[in-house]
């Protein structure tokens, strides 16, 4: 079965205080790994799919790379908008559906 | 463009009612599916369904929860004799073709009392 586990479960910042989000995978052949971006009573919004082991992407201040076992979100200079819940998922090989972590609350004072 | 169209928003149930969720996909999107998200947990897949077919249900309880994707109209999840233990929120996503470029909902929050 597929495991997605996210760390830390919440990370407090300071605006301008950049940090990293983990995701650390299982998954038997992966397709894709997926970051989303989830607000209080909202759907998760799509942000990054990563498909390959060395595979950065960027949007604006976030920034997502991937490793054969973990995947990093790299918040820059956060500001308070920046504050949600972070989602990752995964996807294997010939599948549609998404196996999700807990996600990381990250709340970002100004 | 709407996006992923769910009603209602909120729903409330007394325990042994039915709730009946409902979807509208994007426009040109043929492929739904269901995700529950219950509290402090990530969001686990129900069921996939296209235009009339239910593709893969392994994730749905098999008693109690159905799903539909009819011709014409929304997309379906219904769960008869609600416990307090369906209380969380659901949501749909869509795509136009297979798995790439989920789209969410903002979701359903059923609460059973």
């Known amino acids: 079965e597929d495991q997605v586990t996210q760390s830390p479960e919440a990370l407090r910042l300071q605006e301008g205080e950049s940090s990293s989000l983990n995701c650390s995978y299982t998954?038997?052949?992966?397709?894709?790994l997926f970051w989303y971006r989830q607000d209080p009573g909202k759907g998760p919004e799509f942000l990054f799919t990563?498909?390959?082991a060395g595979e950065e992407k960027e949007k604006e201040r976030l920034k997502a790379t991937l490793t054969k076992k973990e995947s990093f979100l790299h918040i820059t200079a956060p500001k308070p908008e920046d504050s949600a819940t972070y989602l990752c998922?995964?996807?294997?090989?010939?599948?549609?559906?998404?196996?999700f972590g807990a996600g990381t609350t990250v709340t970002v004072r100004a | 463009n709407a996006g992923v169209m769910q009603n209602p928003r909120h729903l409330v149930r007394r325990r042994g009612q039915e709730a009946r969720l409902r979807c509208s996909p994007m426009?040109?999107?043929?492929?739904v599916y269901w995700y529950r998200q219950l509290p402090e947990e990530g969001l686990k897949f129900m069921v996939y369904?296209?235009?009339?077919?239910?593709?893969?249900e392994s994730g749905m309880p098999k008693e109690r929860f159905s799903a539909e994707f009819p011709k014409e109209g929304p997309s379906i999840l219904r769960i008869q004799q609600v416990v307090r233990g369906d209380s969380a929120a659901y949501f749909c996503?869509?795509?136009?073709?297979?798995?790439?470029?989920?789209?969410f909902g903002s979701g359903t929050r059923l609460t059973v009392v």
């Open positions: 426009k040109g999107h043929s492929h």
């Open positions: 990563l498909y390959s």
């Open positions: 998954v038997s052949g992966l397709r894709g």
């Open positions: 996503a869509s795509s136009p073709v297979g798995p790439d470029g989920y789209t």
């Open positions: 369904l296209q235009k009339e077919n239910i593709i893969d």
């Open positions: 998922a995964v996807q294997r090989s010939n599948d549609y559906k998404l196996s």
